[in-house]
């Protein structure tokens, strides 16, 4: 009975289903859902979207920021005296060099946990680059079953994800790399969902996960793999995106929360393929 009694506690403290929200929401969500795990989307470049993840480290107070941006060698760069001169964090960090956009419109998310420790989940190139042509349980380790890695994707999801992977790169990827592409995705996922429950255990308190929207997916990235490790944990999701997506799509969005902002102005990314 005590089991039940906390397995149902568990279940009602998550979202009911996909909600789209402001960026003033979060706190009182964050308060209400109490997540050992928040998965805060972003598109990368959206000054926007980064002010919306301070708002939600500043709520939750999160004992530990894991970065898809840091790998681990560069978190361990990250000293107080670094944290209180954001320009000299970001030189030290190789921000900018690594290719993320200017590290000012992510300062914001440092400063909202000043004392949270920072955690990098980046795996390094070649990693992902062998998960391109090796099996992702040969490249992930021990851990693969345990986060879903031994099993290849049904033949529909796999076609559907290629297609997705294809469209996302303008057109323009041979064919032959994208079930490598998918695969180096689906290790990064994994990679992180890693990260973010090794976290947790050490600080013993909430982790943030700072990352793309499209790691944020409940149905296939972070936080699905976080469930299919520790399904006790309280994880949640958040993705922000630029458009509002139709309205048959409105309720099955992928995030427990999601939040719709202005794009921010860009040069048209396909140039870079053509």
Avoid at 32 to 58: K, S, T, W
Avoid at 240 to 267: F, K, M, S
Wanted: aromatic share 6%; charged share 20%; hydrophobic share 50%.
């Amino acid at each position: 009975m005590k089991k039940l009694a906390s397995l149902l506690t568990f279940l009602a403290a998550l979202p009911a289903a996909a909600e789209e929200i402001t960026p003033a929401d979060l706190p009182a969500k964050l308060a209400e859902a109490r997540p050992e795990i928040a998965v805060l989307g972003e598109i990368h470049d959206n000054p926007a979207h980064h002010l919306a993840q301070a708002a939600a480290v500043a709520a939750m107070r999160p004992r530990a920021l894991v970065f898809e941006m840091l790998t681990p060698d560069q978190a361990a760069k990250v000293t107080p005296e670094l944290r209180r001169d954001p320009a000299a964090l970001g030189k030290a960090l190789g921000w900018e060099e690594a290719g993320w956009p200017d590290f000012a419109i992510y300062a914001p998310i440092f400063a909202a946990a000043p004392e949270a420790l920072i955690v990098g989940a980046a795996l390094p190139r070649e990693e992902v680059r062998r998960a391109m042509a090796e099996p992702l349980e040969r490249v992930f380790g021990p851990d693969a079953a345990r986060y879903g890695l031994d099993q290849p994707y049904p033949a529909a999801e796999q076609a559907a994800l290629e297609a997705e992977t294809q469209a996302d790169h303008c057109g323009a990827l041979p064919e032959e790399i994208l079930p490598g592409m998918v695969a180096a995705q689906r290790l990064r996922d994994a990679a992180f969902a890693r990260t973010a429950v090794r976290t947790l255990k050490a600080v013993s308190g909430p982790v943030a996960v700072i990352t793309g929207s499209g790691h944020a997916r409940n149905d296939r990235a972070v936080p699905a793999m976080i469930a299919r490790a520790v399904p006790s944990l309280r994880v949640v999701s958040l993705g922000q995106l630029e458009a509002a997506p139709g309205e048959a799509v409105g309720p099955d969005l992928p995030y427990d929360w999601w939040i719709v902002t202005p794009p921010t102005p860009r040069e048209d990314p396909c140039k870079a393929f053509q």
